[in-house]
Every structure is written in structure tokens, then in C-alpha cells.
């Protein structure tokens, strides 16, 4: 059974109870939130018990008080900037989001589209969002924001951006990612506040980098290998330290931006602001939840190492430069990591190495996946004619915790075929083998009537938190079975063949 180091139930209510007695002060709290609302596996990753919906919970359980404004940059919407965890851009993100919080009872004010200056494709997905019932405001650039205090603070500044109303204490202010302009809309927000006669505060909810842990922590530097894009980097918070003589973390964004922020709420209040330091600024309180240091910090390691891959895979295909990739390496020196401390790394190459050597494809990719069981057995699957390697994972993996031998099918090789059939003769598709989501889908048919096949598919939950590691880089659809499946897997920075679409 995984280790936890992480209490989910003590975290929500110290989490909770803290951000009440913030809202307490004030006839409304604008509460920034960074990270991911829904399904922050991340955390996850680096909390082992940590729930990856707790933040969500958390503000079902302040529903009553609670309503939600997401941001959206609209240079985003035209990029079609894409969220690795569900492979989907940030415009399709806030429609899921939407449907989110809706499940969880929460009220969605409006979707506030920031830096807006007419963009084309931005302009379409408002019309969608409007014409589904959906409130838009429309933020547009403000010239030298932040530096220039008295402008952004001023009719040409905050002045001519729409206020959004609100109805409830506490504003939720989220985005699908960093750069959505969340602060400069909460900070919009408390100019038309105090133009109306209203107190109001802004506090931001950031759960990494853990303010009271220390810099080097695996937690934090796991952080650092998390944005490492964004080329955030930890550091102490002097200005917590030169008021209260005391050693907290905070990353270089938020030390950075600090004073012209405190400037700017000082100029909108017209009075010194209660906060000294970014840390002050924060109400996050993750590390409190912490219950076993040790497990936190292999794990978190762990995540550095599945960060590394990821960034060498950006790398590859072209997403990021060559100085991220570095620091991401430098990352992994100075903690002492190797690619080979994740324990599927080695076996795959292994088993791809001695594929190559009893078919002389010296310099062929081949591609082999290595899944460890919750139990630390590691399940090798490779590629063939028939099916990827995936696929041939997970089925093997399957097998062998329902404890199926070798020599039996889960899956007739006539059904496999037929679909092979479809797939090349009547969809006139290039790519031969069965993916892992074809499989599946035989293996869920074919449990209906075949007792072995419905043994294997009901072992298909225990795959939730057991990693892998594929050779070759994954395709789209592969990927993301494996991470619907609960499955982290990492890729070396290697494509499965010459071919530039059809892999």
C-alpha cells in the first residue's frame, strides 16, 4: 500500500477557517487562486494524500459565500495554447471548468477576457460564451502596468475596464494557467470597490511554492522544476524577513512585483496596506497538512525526475529553448537526481536495447513501455504490427493482477483484426496498430461475455498511481489514456519513427 504524507481533512479545515477569519475584516475578499482549481495532481504528486480536488471542496464548502470570475488571456485564445494534463487548449479548459464548479453548487460570475483588443478567434469564443448564457468583460492592456502607479490607478487606467459586479464575500478570481491576468483583474476590481464606498481586500491562494518549508525542499525545488518555463525561482522573502525577523518562501514573481502591488493598493485605498510582505499576501496553508516529511520528500523527488522528462520532450518538439532545458538539468544535479532513480526507466531501456540487439535496428527507435504495479513488479509491453506498446502494457499489466498466465488471450485475435480492418481498409488510416483506447474499448466488449476478459477489466482501477515509462515519446491519444487511467507516465525525448504526422 502507497505511503501517505499528507492528511486532506486537516488541510481543508485549517484552510478554510483561515480564509474566513481574512474575509471577516472586509465587506468583500478578492481571492486570487493559482494552480489548478480542479484536479491539481500535482500537488497530488508531491502530498502523497493529498486530494486533487481539494481546493474545489474546499469552496463547496464556502459555497454560500463564494462566487467565481475566471480570466482568460486573449493571446492565449489565439495561440491555442494547450493544458498538458487533459491535451486540450485554455479556451476548452474554461468550458470544462465551467461544468466543474457547477457540479460542485458554485455560482460562475463571468469569464473576464484580459488584454483584449479585438483578437479574431477571442472574439468567437466570447459570441460562444454569450451565447450560452455566459457573462464576458472585456479588460483591455494598460500601458506601463505596473510600474506606473498613478496611471493604472486613474481613469486611463482601471478607470476604463469594465467592473465586474459581484453579489457575495468572498471572489474566487481563477485562470487555466499563469499569465491570465488574475491579480491585474482582482486589483481592477478594488479600484471600482473604493470608487463605490465599499471596503475591499485581495489576499492570493498559492499553494507552491510552501512558504514554511524550507528553500531547498523537495516540495519547493519540485515547484521550480514544475514552472520552469516560466522561470520561477524560490527564494527568501527579505521583505518578510526585515519585518518580522523570520525565515519564509515566496518565488521571485511575487518578491518582484511586490512593492509596485502595495503601492497601487496604498494609492486605491488611500491608506498604508496592512500587508508588509507577498507572504503576508498569501492564505495558504499546505504545510500544516504535512503528516510524514520523508514520504513527502521521495515523492516529490520522484516529480523532478517526471518534470525533467516532460521538459526534454517540450525540448524535442520544439515548445521550449534550450536554456529551460538546462536549468531544468541543473535542477536535477543539484538535487542529486538521475533519470534512472525512476524505477521504469531502466527496465524499458533494457528490454528496448535487447529488442534492438535480436533484430539489428540499431538505429530504429523501438518502442517499449515498462509499467511498475503497486506492488513494485515492473510489466514491460512493446510495439508490434497488431498493437502499440501501450496497449501491450496495459493488457500485460492487466494479466498479471488478475493473474491470468501468459497463455491465454484476453482478447480474440479476431476481434483485433476486424478492428485493424476498419481502422486501414475503411477509414484509410496510416497507422496500422491498435492504440491503447481501440484496446480498451475490445477489452470492455469483450468482457460482457468472456469471464477472463471481465477479470482483467475489473482490475483496471488498481492502475490509478502506478508510473511508467515509454522509450519512444507517446502519441496525443496514448498519453491521455494513460493519464485518464491515473497513470504518470514519463517519455524519453525520442519519436517512434521518421514519420513528421503519421506516429
Same mark, same amino acid.
Given at each position: ?8 481533512e486537516k488541510y481543508i479545515e485549517e484552510q478554510s477557517k483561515y480564509i474566513l477569519e481574512r474575509v471577516n475584516h472586509y465587506d468583500k475578499l478578492y481571492l486570487e487562486f493559482g494552480g489548478k482549481l480542479i484536479g491539481d495532481? *500535482? ?27 475566471? #480570466? ?9 495554447? +494547450?493544458?498538458?494534463?487533459? $491535451? ?16 460542485? /453548487? ?18 468567437? =469564443?466570447?459570441?460562444?460564451? /454569450? ?16 510600474? &506606473?502607479?498613478?496611471? +493604472? ?27 491570465? $491576468?488574475?491579480?491585474?483583474? #482582482?486589483?481592477?476590481?478594488?479600484? *471600482? ?14 499553494? =507552491? ?7 531547498? *525542499?523537495?516540495? &519547493? ?36 512585483? =511586490? ?28 504545510? =500544516? ?41 541543473? +535542477? ?21 536495447d535487447k529488442l534492438k540487439m535480436a533484430t539489428s535496428l540499431d538505429d530504429t527507435p523501438v518502442a517499449v513501455i515498462a509499467l511498475e504495479l503497486p506492488d513494485g513488479q515492473i510489466i514491460t509491453g512493446r510495439s508490434s504490427k497488431l498493437m502499440d506498446s501501450c496497449s501491450a502494457a496495459l493488457l500485460n499489466s492487466l494479466k498479471t493482477l488478475a493473474n491470468i498466465t501468459d497463455d491465454i488471450l484476453l482478447l ?53 498511481? #502506478?508510473?511508467? *515509462? ?8 496514448? $498519453? ?10 514519463? #517519455? ?12
Amino acid at each position: 500500500m502507497k505511503k501517505l504524507g499528507f492528511d486532506p481533512e486537516k488541510y481543508i479545515e485549517e484552510q478554510s477557517k483561515y480564509i474566513l477569519e481574512r474575509v471577516n475584516h472586509y465587506d468583500k475578499l478578492y481571492l486570487e487562486f493559482g494552480g489548478k482549481l480542479i484536479g491539481d495532481k *500535482h500537488a497530488k504528486r508531491v502530498l502523497p494524500g493529498f486530494d486533487e480536488d481539494a481546493k474545489i471542496k474546499l469552496l463547496h464548502h464556502l459555497k454560500d459565500q463564494t462566487e467565481i470570475i475566471i #480570466c482568460m488571456y486573449a493571446g492565449d485564445i489565439e495561440r491555442n495554447k +494547450i493544458r498538458g494534463d487533459y $491535451g486540450i487548449t485554455y479556451d476548452m479548459d474554461i468550458l470544462r471548468l465551467i461544468d466543474d464548479l457547477k457540479e460542485y /453548487e458554485l455560482a460562475v460570475n463571468s469569464v473576464v477576457i484580459t488584454r483584449y483588443s479585438g483578437q479574431p478567434a477571442t472574439k468567437l =469564443f466570447i459570441n460562444k460564451l /454569450e451565447r450560452r448564457g455566459i457573462k464576458v468583460y472585456k479588460h483591455s492592456s494598460i500601458e506601463e502596468y505596473p510600474s &506606473n502607479v498613478d496611471k +493604472i490607478v486613474s481613469d486611463e487606467g482601471f478607470g476604463k475596464n469594465d467592473y465586474v459586479e459581484t453579489t457575495k464575500p468572498i471572489v474566487v478570481v481563477t485562470a487555466p494557467g499563469a499569465g491570465s $491576468g488574475k491579480l491585474a483583474t #482582482c486589483l481592477n476590481q478594488l479600484y *471600482h470597490e473604493s470608487r463605490l464606498g465599499r471596503k475591499a481586500d485581495y489576499s492570493k491562494f498559492e499553494t =507552491f511554492p510552501v512558504w514554511n518549508l524550507p528553500l531547498k *525542499h523537495p516540495v &519547493n525545488v519540485a515547484y521550480e522544476a514544475a514552472t520552469v518555463d516560466l522561470k520561477d525561482i524560490n527564494m527568501i522573502d527579505s521583505f518578510h524577513y526585515e519585518k518580522y525577523n523570520e525565515v519564509v518562501v515566496n518565488y521571485n514573481r511575487d518578491l518582484e512585483t =511586490f512593492p509596485v502591488i502595495k503601492r497601487i493598493i496604498e494609492k486605491i485605498t488611500g491608506k498604508e496596506s496592512v500587508f508588509q510582505s507577498p507572504t503576508d499576501m498569501g492564505v495558504n496553508r499546505v504545510g =500544516f497538512g504535512i503528516t510524514d516529511d520523508e514520504v513527502v520528500q521521495e515523492a516529490s523527488k520522484q516529480e523532478i525526475i517526471r518534470r525533467y522528462f516532460a521538459t526534454a520532450n517540450d525540448f524535442k518538439k520544439g515548445i521550449v529553448d534550450e536554456e529551460v532545458l538546462q536549468r531544468s538539468k541543473l +535542477i536535477m544535479e543539484e538535487m542529486l537526481l538521475r533519470q534512472a532513480d525512476r524505477s521504469p526507466v531502466m527496465p524499458a531501456r533494457e528490454y528496448a536495447d535487447k529488442l534492438k540487439m535480436a533484430t539489428s535496428l540499431d538505429d530504429t527507435p523501438v518502442a517499449v513501455i515498462a509499467l511498475e504495479l503497486p506492488d513494485g513488479q515492473i510489466i514491460t509491453g512493446r510495439s508490434s504490427k497488431l498493437m502499440d506498446s501501450c496497449s501491450a502494457a496495459l493488457l500485460n499489466s492487466l494479466k498479471t493482477l488478475a493473474n491470468i498466465t501468459d497463455d491465454i488471450l484476453l482478447l480474440s485475435p479476431v476481434i483485433l483484426e476486424t478492428i485493424q480492418g476498419l481502422k486501414t481498409n475503411d477509414l484509410n488510416s496510416k497507422i496500422t496498430a491498435l492504440n491503447a483506447n481501440e484496446v480498451l474499448i475490445a477489452l470492455a466488449i469483450s468482457a460482457v461475455t468472456n469471464p477472463t476478459a471481465q477479470a482483467a477489466y475489473d482490475k483496471l482501477n488498481e492502475l490509478v498511481g #502506478c508510473q511508467a *515509462h515509454s522509450t519512444v515519446m507517446l502519441n496525443k491519444d496514448d $498519453g491521455q489514456i494513460l493519464r485518464d487511467l491515473g497513470i504518470d507516465v514519463t #517519455c524519453d525525448p525520442v519519436y517512434p519513427s521518421e514519420n513528421l504526422y503519421y506516429v
